[in-house]
């Protein structure tokens, strides 16, 4: 049964950049939730997504956007890269009615130069 | 604003020895609380949850919950070098996966041989 997969798992990009970060959920999950992990300093939380819509959203700009597919797969978008995006970003999946269950994928690391 | 706050560390002990990780929050309304592992460089793994107050025990694992207090407590027995990672806790207002985890920053923990 496979967990969560993330692609890529390492990404360099330049200022001013877009990126596209990428997430398939564990098998019979169908939300999605992407956080954003800086050096040092613990996961945050940055959008989530169930039913291809965006159920909730953690303090980050505009520049952050994301979308769901109809088999729950889901991107996440940064536009406008800045040095401060650098950071590990993972994704979450878990099943919306039922108890609680998230499964972390392995991330992708995002360096801003 | 929902905050999950943690010593930084690093926490040393021997092997061996009891490790005790500790965790406040600032949301009264939180109602389910997770320990987390994460190896340097890795996502976080699920290693621990605990919903009622007391305490709860898996293996050489013991998690601890005082929700009077806003308090939750990692116990690592016969703590051993493989231990050695940042141990996040995270905590969300209710137990379903509509739910979105809070983090600490994390505490990392060293167990020298």
């Known amino acids: 049964d496979a967990g969560v997969t993330q692609s890529p798992t390492h990404l360099i990009k330049t200022r001013g950049q877009q990126v596209t970060l990428r997430c398939s959920p564990k098998s019979g999950h169908d939300t999605v939730s992407w956080y954003q992990q800086a050096l040092g300093q613990g996961p945050q939380f940055i959008f989530q997504y169930y039913e291809e819509e965006e159920r909730q959203r953690g303090n980050f700009p505009d520049r952050f956007s994301g979308h769901q597919f109809p088999n729950y797969s889901s991107e996440l978008n940064v536009n406008a890269l800045l040095l401060g995006d650098s950071a590990l970003y993972l994704c979450?999946?878990?099943?919306?009615?039922?108890?609680?269950?998230?499964?972390f994928g392995s991330g992708t690391r995002l360096t801003v130069v | 604003q929902k905050e999950v706050e943690q010593n930084s560390g690093p926490l040393s002990v021997p092997e061996g020895a009891i490790a005790s990780l500790n965790c406040t929050y600032s949301d009264r309304g939180s109602q389910s609380f997770f320990w987390y592992r994460q190896y340097s460089g890795k996502s976080p793994e699920l290693i621990m949850s605990i919903y009622s107050n007391g305490d709860k025990e898996d293996g050489r694992f013991t998690a601890q919950l005082n929700k009077a207090s806003q308090y939750v407590s990692l116990l690592i027995r016969d703590s051993q070098p493989s231990d050695s990672a940042t141990y996040l806790c995270?905590?969300?207002?209710?137990?379903?996966?509509?739910?979105?985890?809070?983090f600490g920053k994390g505490t990392m923990l060293l167990v020298s041989p």
């Open positions: 995270a905590a969300t207002e209710r137990d379903s996966g509509y739910s979105t985890l809070t």
């Open positions: 979450a999946s878990s099943l919306a009615q039922g108890s609680h269950g998230y499964t």
